[in-house]
């Protein structure tokens, strides 16, 4: 599996190895075969302010967007019907704002590194087709990425990596409803500062961007 890590961001302190080794480890624990490449790139608020307004026709800044690529599902081998190989296939794009999710981090009382591979796991996610656009979708969605990231600090602890331990506070690895709640708290706070945050659906494939 071939990820690959650029920080455009600015922002100092944000842990590559960790962020790389979540998101392959969330991609093996989906079945996803190793030949696929994708990219994991930390930009600033701006950037992607611009982004969101450009695919998402929504204004301000956001924590993540997915841009899927290539239609894989769990269990993806890329067979061909001689049984060779197909090679590699492109997942998708995973855009990550560390500024904005520094944000969301302090008000769920974990560390950045915490919530960036939350973020990670949860796009992801969005890149095999995941989404949160119903109930039962929101519900499946967050149960699943729970269980992985749990899954591997637990993994992490086995293999002596040295990141930063596993949270345990509420907000660490939230519902759906967690989630929203911590919306609207930072969105109360960016109303009071002149700012509009970003709460959105994600677009089709067609259209490219899905955001947490």
Known sequence: MSIEFFNESGFDGINEEMLLDVAGFALAAMDVSPDV???????DEDTIAELHVHWMNLPGPTDVMSFPIDELTP???????????????????????PEFAKKQA??????LA????????HSCL????????TPAEEKEMFALQ?????DWYDDVARRGKKFP???????AFPSAADR???????????RADGRIPAIAQPLDKSGGSEEN
Do not use: W
């Not at 269990?75 to 704002?97: K, N, Q």
């Open 126 to 133: 969005h890149l095999l087709g995941y989404d949160h656009g």
């Open 146 to 150: 729970n269980e992985i990231l749990a």
């Open 106 to 111: 302090d008000a769920g009382g974990h560390s």
């Open 180 to 190: 929203a709640h911590l919306d609207e708290q930072l969105a109360g706070e960016a």
């Open 37 to 43: 490449e994708a990219t994991i790139t930390c930009v």
């Open 75 to 97: 269990g993806f081998h890329t067979p061909r019907p001689d049984g060779e190989s197909a090679g590699p296939a492109m997942l998708g794009d995973i855009v990550l704002c």
């Open 114 to 121: 915490h919530e960036l591979a939350l973020l990670t796991t």
């Open 165 to 171: 331990p596993k949270p345990t506070g509420p907000q």
